[in-house]
């Protein structure tokens, strides 16, 4: 089935919201709001929850599309709610995991939970990224 969109219903897409981020370093995406709605009671809400304290998030009403920031303080998941009147986004909420700068993150079929054939060879996946110095080659 198709899903679908009234016109004059408002629309919420995320743009910049990334799987991967880092303790302490700011996060930032953009939320744009197709057709809002005339009252300028109804609000962007934008939570993000963690297992031990959620940190805060901040919003630029100013201006549309809206920017959203907030700095991770912990390491490990992030959930990320979005909604506007009542109204949330596809895909909503949004998962983040949060790693320390230097941390190799190890992907693939046994990392996820995945079933594996005895006796078969799997993959795993490494992303270095940002463990070298910028110096070294």
């Known amino acids: 089935k198709r899903e679908h969109i009234s016109k004059d219903k408002p629309h919420i897409r995320i743009i910049g919201l990334s799987e991967q981020i880092i303790i302490h370093r700011p996060v930032e995406f953009e939320v744009f709001i197709d057709n809002p709605f005339d009252d300028p ?6 939570e993000v929850l963690t297992e ?13 599309p809206y920017k959203c920031s907030f700095i991770p303080v912990t ?3 992030h959930i990320i709610s979005i909604d506007y009147a009542g109204i949330v986004p596809k895909n909503n909420p949004f998962y983040c995991q949060a790693t320390q700068e230097k941390d190799i993150q190890l992907n ?8 594996l054939e005895l006796n078969k060879p799997t993959h795993f996946y490494f992303k270095l990224e940002d463990c070298l110095s910028k110096n070294s080659t």
């Open 41 to 46: 009671s109804h609000l962007l809400n934008v």
């Open 52 to 64: 031990d304290n959620s940190p805060v998030v901040s919003i630029d009403h100013q201006h549309t």
């Open 75 to 77: 390491l490990g998941r």
């Open 108 to 115: 693939g079929p046994a990392v996820n939970n995945q079933c």
